[in-house]
Each structure stands twice: as C-alpha cells, then as structure tokens.
C-alpha cells in the first residue's frame, strides 16, 4: 500500500501515546501490526474496572496495576520486531518537568485527556515542530484532531489521476516516433497492433491542420475527432471495417487523451510559494526539490512539468509497446536529470552538500509533480483563542442543526463543564438530572463568550449527559484504526492527511471533516 520506501519509514518511526486507554490501546495496535519501528506510552494511570470493560486486551486481573506497563506487554506480543517502552508518569509532570521529553517522536498521539493538558502539551509540541494527533471517544462522538505545522506530501495517490502522454503538444523525441509510423501504408497485422496512443496523435496532427491548429474542446468536436478516427479502421473487400480493437480502445480514451498539457493549480501555488523562493540551510529538501522544480519549469519544460515516464497497458505487439514505453521513460530520465541538476545548484548556494538528496527522492518527486500536496494546519492555541477561533467555519456549517459541527460545540462544553466542576456531566446517575442544567449553562456561556449565533437542540444535551464520558469500545475501535491510518499517513508521507478536525457520529455512522 505504501512502497518499501513508507515501510522502511514506518519501521523507522518513534510514536508516542499519551493515555493508554481503549482508543489510545486501538490506535497503537493498528500502528503495531505493520510494524512500527517503536512506541512509548506515557500514563500515570492504575487499570480500573471500567478499563477492563472497555479494552480488548486488559484483563480482571491487570485491575490496579499501571496502565502503560498492561498497555506495553500486551501489544508487543502482538509483533516481536516492535520495540515498546513505558513511563509511569502523567502528562502534565511531565509537561512540568521534563518539556523537551517529547522531542524524540515523530508523532504524538493525545487520548483522552483533559483539556488544560491539551492545550499545555500542543503548544510545547507546536514549538518543536512534533505532530500531534489528539483522539477521543465520548460516548457515541469519535473526534480526531491533527496539529501540524506543514506537511509535504509526494506521493498523494490521487484516485482518478489521468496519464501524462502530452498529446496536444508532443515533446521532439515522442513526435519523431509518431511520425515513424505511416497508418495508410502498413500491413494488417502492424495497423491493429499500433498502440493507440499512437492513432491519437496522428489524427490530432490531421486535426490540427484542417482546424487551425486547435484542440477538439467541447462534446461535438470530440464526436467529430472520434469520426474521424473510426473512418481509419481498416475495411475488408465488401467495404466493411474490419475489427481493431486499437482503434476502439483510441476512439474510447478521447476524452481523457485529448487534453491540454498545463499545469495544476495547487502546484503552481506549491511553486510560487514564500518556502519555495526563499531558500536556507534549514529548508526541508521537499522545498529546495520544488524550488528546482520552479526553474525546469521555466527553462527546458516550457511551461510544463517534467514527463511522468508511465503509459497505460494498451492492445499493441510488444516491440511496439516497448518503444512507445521507452520514449517516455527516456524523457522522464531527462526531465529529471536537468531537475537533479538545478537541485545541487540549489544546495550549493545554500552551503549544503548536493548529494543531501538522494535520487530516489528526485525521481520520487519528478515522477508524482502534479500530484504535490502541502497541508498546513492551524495551532490549537488559534483554534480556541476568541479572536483567532474559525466562527465562520462553525456558523456555516450550523446551518443544518443537526451537522457533525453540533458535537463539537457539545465537546467544548463537556469541557468547560468539566473545568468547573471537576468531572464529565453525567458520570454518576443521581446527578445526571441535575446536570443537564449545568451543562446547557456551560454551552451558552461557551457560545456566548465566542460570539456564536447558534442554536444546539435540547436532546445532544441530555444525550451527552447520557453519555457520561464513556468510552464504548466499539466508537473506539472505529477511531482506532481511522487514526491509525492518520500516522501512517503523516509518517510515510503518502496519501493526504486531512485538515484539521475529523467528527465521527456513532448514533448515525456519519462523519466529517472541518477545519477549525
């Protein structure tokens, strides 16, 4: 899923997990069982009862003993090439203590915790630049929050990618093997094993010269393109066509094919970004590749991205698909070659050795330029600061009264519940009557004092008094594994992590994402 690349990423990761509860101890098997390099879990915590009704792995008899201790010896068992550690601390000795404790993780995974330690532990992490994922099961809610300053990712595996054949405008190497080939005088055999890629291009060319040298652009001119390349199917003596598959398979990807060569949106904001202008010796080498990038694409890519060196599998003998396979895969080589040349310029004028960046990363990055994400999230300070809180965000989205936003507005009001009052609303059931009350109270004062013109339903309050803080191990499992593939994410820097809040509603098994 992820290339030997990811894996070898992945095994090489230090994760951190704070809280070693059901969600913390979900989340952790399922960074375990690929193989995660090694974790440590950081929980001051004695195993209750209520633990052992939530987790899969803790048993009656761990009742009393630490919780991390449980957590570590249970999980390494399920893979011996992991390496697991444990402190018997709470977070916020810690955070007293020993701040710069957390520095040696590539991730830091927060469960469950308070939100005083939250904002304590993602201010600390946000300074030394070390991601942080804060998860949490409440009741029938899973809520997911990624707090990263930037994350670059090459490989995004786009899911409805198109192929790069630069048909419209052939670069000289792909146009002298077209013109090798001579549709109207070939054998048989030859004509229905032309890759189709090459039919294109040739009636492109004729299309060319009878409509002034413009691509078909709209639906009639397509159908007209496609005519045109079904009246050169071969015909038998009765003067019917003969079938060539090549030349359906042609006529089936004009759509795709026939495009204009240009570049993405995104990745000219990537290339025109302050990162990628101003370089220094601090600058991650994601920047520097796409600083070379911005020049190859002013200088030998005229405009346009290096080749991505990759054809679909089409109907063709194989000396021909070879050849065509070939011709891209040379000008990929090229194309990276001068993209590898401006990179060590880059790194000399930075007072950095040129091979600090391997050719897998170059190769890596010219094959996936169109594909380049950068995500950027914002702080939790700014998150819940009253003047930098995103309230537009929250309004729009309050439109529909029922929006997974409705339980993050009730998340931040358990909260401020529990800051004044010392627990969760509805812990224990002879107050939970009581607190319905107290909690309403704590909502509009929380709306209130962020300026939100909204209105919450009666019923998510006396749900979440219902709720009482659990943590049902089946909202957890789910949080588990969608987290999971979070880190692997942000660690193997593939795929595209999502920014920055994730909301999963159990009662109706929807979710979604804001970004707050």
């Known amino acids: 899923l992820w290339g030997d690349h990811g894996q070898e990423a992945l095994e090489l990761a230090h994760v951190c997990l704070i809280c070693a509860t059901a969600t913390g101890q979900e989340i952790l098997k399922n960074l375990v069982l690929p193989g995660v390099g090694s974790f440590t879990v950081v929980d001051g915590n004695q195993v209750t009862g209520e633990d ?61 915790l308070p939100e005083s330690t939250l904002l304590r532990l993602a201010e600390v992490l946000w300074n030394y630049n070390i991601p942080l994922l804060v998860c949490r099961t409440y009741g029938l809610v899973g809520y997911m929050r990624i707090v990263i300053k930037e994350h670059q990712v090459i490989e995004s595996h786009p899911d409805n990618s198109l192929d790069d054949l630069r048909l419209d405008n052939p670069f000289p190497e792909l146009r002298e093997h077209i013109h090798s080939y001579d549709l109207d005088h070939m054998e048989k055999k030859d004509h229905s094993h032309t890759p189709w890629v090459v039919i294109v291009a040739k009636y492109l060319e004729k299309w060319y010269n009878e409509n002034g040298g413009q691509i078909p652009r709209n639906y009639k001119e397509k159908e007209a393109f496609r005519e045109m390349i079904r009246q050169g199917i071969l015909k038998n003596e009765n003067g019917i066509q003969e079938d060539e598959e090549n030349f359906e398979e042609a006529i089936k990807n004009v759509n795709t094919a026939v495009i204009p060569t240009k570049i993405p949106v995104c990745i000219e904001d990537i290339l025109n970004d302050d990162c990628c202008t101003s370089l220094s010796q601090q600058t991650p080498s994601f920047w520097i590749l796409a600083r070379a990038l911005k020049e190859f694409v002013a200088k030998e890519g005229q405009g346009n991205l290096p080749v991505r060196g990759t054809i679909p599998d089409m109907i063709a003998d194989s000396g021909k698909f070879i050849k065509l396979q070939n011709v891209y895969r040379d000008k990929a080589k090229k194309d990276a070659e001068a993209v590898g040349n401006y990179a060590a310029k880059m790194l000399q004028s930075i007072g950095k050795a040129p091979e600090s960046i391997s050719q897998r990363e170059l190769k890596l990055l010219c094959s996936n330029s169109a594909f380049l994400q950068v995500v950027r999230c914002r702080s939790l300070s700014e998150e819940y600061g009253l003047n930098t809180s995103n309230k537009d965000e929250i ?42 009350g107290k909690l309403k109270t704590c909502l509009n004062s929380f709306l209130q004092e962020y300026g939100l013109p909204v209105t919450v339903k009666d019923d998510y309050i006396h749900e979440f008094c219902r709720y009482g803080a659990a943590e049902p191990h089946t909202i957890a499992a789910f ?24 909301i999963y509603n159990g009662m109706s098994q929807t979710s979604a994402t804001f970004k707050l």
């Not at 949080?479 to 994730?502: M, P, R, S």
């Open 395 to 436: 309004i729009s989205h309050m439109d529909n009264p029922d929006s997974e936003m409705v339980l993050y507005l009730m998340l931040r009001a358990v909260d401020r519940f529990f800051k004044h009052h010392g627990r969760y609303p509805g812990v224990y059931n002879y107050q939970a009557e009581d607190d319905i």
């Open 52 to 112: 052992v009704g939530n987790s899969f792995f803790l048993q009656r008899s761990n009742i009393g003993q630490n919780r991390a201790q449980c957590t570590t010896e249970l999980l390494q068992e399920l893979n011996s090439d992991v390496s697991g550690n444990f402190v018997e601390e709470n977070p916020d000795t810690l955070l007293d203590n020993d701040p710069s404790f957390f520095c040696r993780f590539n991730v830091v995974i927060a469960t469950q």
């Open 479 to 502: 949080l588990g594994g969608a987290a999971a593939q979070e880190i692997v994410k942000i660690i193997t820097k593939q795929f595209v992590i999502f920014n920055n809040t994730y």
